[in-house]
């Protein structure tokens, strides 16, 4: 049964091999190619390489036991995915003989009420969790993560998970309390035989260097009937410099039920001149008319009145977050292919000291320079984000910290030159930024993968150090360690995995 790759596979999995061909793919199988593609969502790299051997969709336990012993005997690299949301491709790309392991088949979400907790399998996608917990609860729970809802729940709370609720409640890490997962031995472990350093490392660390998380044992998070949002759009000549440099200051301190980020992008001014506009984006955990005298109180300069709010339940704010109108049928929520995919490119950073006007003006000319301009997502932090010790998870972004940014640049023409254009672009944004932002050094939040910022090529821990800092400052130690103890062999491995001491 070692001779080959399926056998292996059969015995160890206890399947037929008919049985088997319908969820273990090779290069011939016809529906190769558009499982690959499936979930990818950056066009960047949506192309299969010879290296690419199988791709398994287990619906049991058992096949992803024996896809990671068939493979350990094989010595074939592993690629977990989950989404297929990684920025950087880590999750179906290598440049050695590999397979992935693709858990879209497992993606049962099992509410406790009562409990006001989920089982969640790590092929759920964001959308699946929420419209299940709201629909379950009747509107009365929530989760606290990202925004996009075809993103996958193994890939997010494996790397933190931010969103709107974050000033509230914390990372989708924070409030993961148990979780299923199997190790680079193959054994099905769960929080309390893992060890508290395994589930420690996998919740914030990414999973990815550490096993194979299978579901996840998540808090979930009192939501009121209605939640009010609202969009204020400011360009320069409606003095969105005053404001952002307001923002800063204040948006880390409001009151934790209100969340405004800033959406900063190269719009059209008076006369279609070219401006910069700051849309004022936000969720309130609450109404109106609790809303408009609160922002009067903290933050007056926006000039924020009752017609700019809408109320609407806490699942249809998704949508609204998203870009999207609330009011599209939720089952939208169900289907993984409902946004729209295109090629793109993204980095991160944490400011920690409110940048100047003068510095701010500086920043919206680098951003109009040239004709491919990055839009920037500023999150602010603060609330219970400032709370939690660095320690907690592997997350260390916390107190301190006013809020982060996402540089992101997205187009849909393929091609070497669009690529060049648009890295250029938003390489001149992060490239300024440098003076305003963390240094020594310049964080970066792992769910925005970069591997600009570092990777492994030969395998050192020197290497590994190099980005390993930036994303996760003293926890990088730790991870190490944690590593060396639960895959001393270094099994699971990437471009950005923890190297085993
Ligand atoms: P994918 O399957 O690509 O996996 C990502 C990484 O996790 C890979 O290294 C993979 O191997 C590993 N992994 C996946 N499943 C695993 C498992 N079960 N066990 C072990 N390792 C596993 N983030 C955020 O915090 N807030 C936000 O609002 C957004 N918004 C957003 C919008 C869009 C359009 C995109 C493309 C991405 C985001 N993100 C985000 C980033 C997102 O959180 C990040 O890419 C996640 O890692 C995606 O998880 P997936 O499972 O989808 O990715």
């Known amino acids: 049964h070692e001779l080959n790759f399926d056998?292996?596979?059969?015995?160890?999995?206890?399947?037929?091999?008919?049985?088997?061909?319908?969820?273990?793919?090779?290069?011939?199988?016809?529906?190769?190619?558009?499982?690959?593609?499936?979930?990818?969502?950056?066009?960047?790299?949506?192309?299969?390489?010879?290296?690419?051997?199988?791709?398994?969709?287990?619906?049991?336990?058992?096949?992803?036991?024996?896809?990671?012993?068939?493979?350990?005997?094989?010595?074939?690299?592993?690629?977990?995915?989950?989404?297929?949301?990684?920025y950087e491709a880590l999750s179906y790309k290598a440049d050695v003989p590999f397979i992935i392991i693709d858990l879209v088949k497992l993606n049962k979400v099992k509410v406790n009420r009562g409990k006001r907790t989920a089982w969640v399998q790590s092929g759920a996608t964001l959308g699946e969790l929420y419209y299940h917990v709201a629909n379950e609860s009747r509107g009365k729970l929530g989760f606290t993560a990202g925004v996009c809802p075809t993103i996958g729940v193994g890939g997010h709370i494996s790397g933190g998970g931010q969103g709107v609720l974050m000033r509230k409640f914390g990372l989708s890490s924070d409030n993961a309390v148990d979780a299923i997962v199997v190790t680079a031995d193959g054994a099905v472990v769960d929080r309390q035989s893992m060890g508290e350093d395994l589930f420690w490392a996998i919740r914030g660390g990414g999973a990815a260097s550490f096993g194979v998380v299978l579901e996840w044992k998540i808090k979930l998070v009192p939501v009121p009937p209605k939640v009010t949002v609202f969009t204020i759009p400011r360009t320069l000549e409606q003095k969105?410099?005053?404001?952002?440099?307001?923002?800063?200051?204040?948006?880390?301190?409001?009151?934790?039920?209100?969340?405004?980020?800033?959406?900063l992008f190269v719009g059209k001014g008076s006369q279609g001149r070219k401006t910069i506009q700051a849309n004022f984006n936000a969720l309130f955990l609450g109404t109106t008319?609790?809303?408009?005298?609160?922002?009067?109180?903290?933050?007056?300069?926006?000039?924020?009145?009752?017609?700019?709010?809408?109320?609407?339940?806490?699942?249809?704010s998704i949508f609204y977050i998203n870009g999207e109108d609330p009011g599209q049928p939720l089952e939208l929520l169900l289907d993984r292919k409902h946004v729209q995919k295109g090629f793109?490119?993204?980095?991160?950073?944490?400011?920690?000291?409110?940048?100047?006007?003068?510095?701010?003006?500086?920043?919206?000319?680098?951003?109009?320079?040239?004709?491919?301009?990055?839009?920037?997502?500023?999150?602010?932090?603060?609330?219970?984000?400032?709370?939690?010790?660095?320690?907690?998870?592997?997350?260390?972004?916390?107190?301190?910290?006013?809020?982060?940014?996402?540089?992101?640049?997205?187009?849909?023409?393929?091609?070497a030159l669009a690529e060049k254009k648009h890295l250029e672009g938003i390489n001149r944004v992060y490239n300024f930024m440098a003076p305003f932002v963390t240094k020594n050094p310049r964080a970066a939040y792992i769910n925005y993968r970069d591997l600009d910022i570092g990777r492994n090529i030969k395998g050192t821990l020197e290497e590994a150090k190099v980005w390993g800092e930036k994303?996760?400052?003293?926890?990088?130690?730790?991870l190490t360690k944690i590593k060396g103890e639960v895959d001393y062999e270094n099994f699971f491995k990437s471009e950005q995995n923890f190297v085993p001491i």
């Open 7 to 86: 056998s292996c596979f059969s015995f160890h999995s206890k399947e037929s091999s008919t049985n088997v061909s319908t969820f273990l793919l090779d290069t011939h199988s016809p529906s190769f190619s558009s499982v690959f593609e499936s979930s990818i969502q950056n066009l960047r790299f949506n192309s299969t390489n010879q290296k690419l051997l199988y791709i398994i969709t287990p619906y049991l336990y058992e096949h992803v036991q024996a896809a990671i012993i068939c493979s350990k005997i094989h010595r074939l690299q592993v690629r977990i995915r989950s989404g297929g949301h990684d």
């Open 240 to 263: 969105a410099t005053k404001l952002v440099h307001r923002w800063q200051a204040i948006a880390p301190k409001f009151h934790k039920d209100l969340f405004i980020r800033v959406i």
């Open 289 to 316: 008319d609790q809303l408009v005298p609160l922002m009067q109180k903290s933050f007056p300069e926006l000039g924020l009145k009752p017609e700019d709010c809408k109320e609407i339940s806490w699942i249809q």
């Open 344 to 415: 793109f490119k993204a980095k991160s950073d944490f400011v920690t000291k409110p940048i100047s006007e003068k510095h701010l003006e500086a920043i919206w000319k680098v951003m109009q320079d040239g004709d491919t301009p990055a839009i920037m997502i500023w999150d602010p932090y603060g609330g219970q984000m400032a709370e939690i010790p660095e320690d907690f998870t592997p997350f260390p972004h916390r107190a301190g910290v006013l809020y982060n940014i996402q540089y992101f640049t997205k187009w849909f023409e393929g091609g």
């Open 471 to 478: 994303y996760f400052k003293r926890n990088f130690e730790r």
